[in-house]
């Protein structure tokens, strides 16, 4: 049996596709900008994910959410699905746009490694040398400075037909966690964070005598190629992400308690047992067939509900996979 996924409603998640092979496919033009906000739009509106972040790169994206109905699997099945079948009509191939392994999916259990990996998010086309300033891609992005403005995202000129809306209202949302500020102070917080990190990224290059590709590189790409550097096979992403130790040890024991008894409880369900309880978080079984599951703990770490910054006394940031 494949390890199951279990999603939680209110957990804060970082999301990660990649291209097949690592090819470049999904390289900035008008198209792909156009395919990435129509279909992060219609599969937010459909699934009821927040999106705080998200970065197009050439052959993988990241996005930053909320799960508050504890539906990110279909945010991520429905806006993948639309990026394959818009891209590839586009291009003009066969074969698979996306890579065959799983999306990779992290929860992010408190309010420091959120900004860690919201930063890690917007940064990447900074750290890989492509463009001097995060808010410089010319790649699809949500930035901080998009957050609760209404976005009013046009169906595509091209591969899409008049049965798709043809037009869907989507708003960017500030993270959890900053109650305490203003919608303007948590941008300027973001914002500064970004731009210190950025002045860190070019002391580095600096040193290295290494420069920007630039916009005008970036984008003559060939969408069919691939970087020379291969990624490592055999990376797993996190499962779960903290600053915190104590809360990464009560995600893992509760991952581990969560898949002993869903393996349990499985084994009596296909044996026809009635009165099945599955744990909570079970996903796939809940969406397709008729199984009761557990209530939820709403005490429970990585939920937007309980965001808060504990402070600086923990050694860093931590992840499980």
Not at 96 to 111: A, F, K
Request: charged letters at 30%; aromatic letters at 10%; one cysteine or more.
């Amino acid at each position: 049996m494949t390890r199951p996924r279990r999603h939680v409603a209110g957990q804060v998640a970082a999301l990660t596709r990649r291209t097949a092979g690592g090819r470049f496919l999904t390289r900035p033009d008008a198209n792909i900008n156009a395919i990435a906000a129509y279909e992060f739009a219609r599969s937010a509106d459909r699934s009821g994910v927040e999106v705080h972040g998200a970065v197009v790169m050439s052959n993988h994206v990241h996005i930053v959410l909320t799960d508050p109905q504890a539906r990110r699997s279909e945010f991520m099945r429905d806006a993948m699905a639309g990026f394959t079948r818009a891209r590839k009509d586009f291009l003009g191939f066969d074969g698979s746009l996306w890579d065959n392994g799983p999306y990779c999916d992290t929860v992010l259990l408190d309010r420091e490694v959120f900004e860690i990996q919201l930063l890690y998010t917007l940064l990447n086309p900074v750290k890989a040398g492509l463009v001097p300033r995060a808010k410089d891609w010319p790649g699809f992005k949500i930035m901080p400075s998009d957050w609760e403005k209404p976005m009013v995202v046009e169906r595509p000129a091209t591969y899409y037909g008049d049965d798709q809306p043809e037009s869907i209202e989507f708003i960017p949302r500030r993270p959890p966690g900053y109650d305490d500020m203003s919608l303007e102070e948590v941008v300027a917080h973001f914002e500064n964070l970004l731009r210190e990190a950025e002045n860190e990224i070019h002391r580095e290059m600096k040193k290295k005598k290494r420069r920007f590709l630039g916009v005008k590189g970036v984008l003559a790409t060939d969408p069919s190629s691939c970087p020379k550097k291969k990624r490592r096979r055999g990376e797993v992403a996190p499962r779960f992400a903290a600053f915190h130790p104590e809360l990464l040890d009560q995600a893992i024991a509760r991952d581990r308690a969560f898949r002993s008894a869903y393996a349990q409880v499985r084994k009596r369900w296909v044996q026809g047992k009635k009165r099945c309880v599955f744990p909570s978080g079970t996903l796939w079984l809940r969406r397709n067939a008729p199984v009761k599951c557990r209530e939820d703990d709403p005490c429970e770490a990585g939920l937007a509900a309980n965001y808060q910054s504990f402070g600086a006394a923990s050694p860093g940031a931590r992840a499980a996979s």
